[in-house]
């Protein structure tokens, strides 16, 4: 009895051209998209911080600062490190003196990172007695004066004794405003973020 074997044909070897063509496509999509949202001015409708983004950055002013003994304050106190400022006009009053104490928490509970952040007050009345007495117990504190009508008016706040906080960044811009009736665990959270993830100051 004879076996017949039947030989089957062999595949023929593909190219590969499509496989190829498809993980190119699969990894340079995102980067399309993204390409795509920027050109059209795209933005999320809500970000994760707690604070207003500043857009532009309001640059701080290169020259006016007054320390409270009425002296030109040196630029080199504040460049260099990410600031939380507290800025606003007339009297340090109740409100303002707990978020001037708040600040301190805020920094020390940055722990490794409370290095990296300065503490300011610019007020237009650098010699309060209560903002005096912050500065000689905290001398971290920098109080200082800036120039009559420094922030724009859509940031400063409707009541003339209030104080507002805000984030400048190591070259000295206003990136995030804070309404007064954010916590400041929520300011915590937002300069946590930043300073994780920023390779400057």
Not at 84 to 92: F, Q, R, S, W
Request: some cysteine; glycine content about 8%; overall charge positive.
């Amino acid at each position: 009895m004879t076996t017949t074997s039947v030989q089957l044909p062999l595949p023929r070897p593909s190219s590969g051209l499509p496989m190829l063509v498809l993980i190119v496509t699969l990894l340079a999509l995102p980067f399309a998209i993204a390409a795509g949202l920027y050109l059209l001015g795209w933005q999320p409708a809500r970000t994760g911080n707690h604070g207003t983004l500043l857009n532009p950055p309001l640059p701080l002013p290169a020259a006016g600062l007054l320390d409270s003994a009425g002296q030109p304050l040196a630029t080199a106190e504040l460049h260099g490190k990410w600031l939380l400022i507290l800025a606003g006009h007339g009297a340090c009053d109740a409100a303002c003196r707990g978020r001037v104490d708040e600040m301190r928490r805020i920094q020390v509970s940055l722990n490794k990172d409370m290095g990296r952040l300065r503490r300011v007050v610019l007020t237009d009345n650098p010699g309060d007695g209560a903002l005096s007495d912050f500065h000689r117990q905290q001398p971290d504190l920098v109080v200082a004066a800036a120039p009559a009508r420094w922030l724009p008016d859509k940031e400063l706040p409707a009541e003339p004794n209030a104080y507002r906080l805000y984030v400048a960044d190591p070259q000295g811009q206003l990136i995030i405003s804070y309404r007064p009736d954010v916590a400041g665990k929520a300011v915590r959270a937002d300069l946590d973020r930043l300073l994780k993830f920023a390779w400057t100051g």
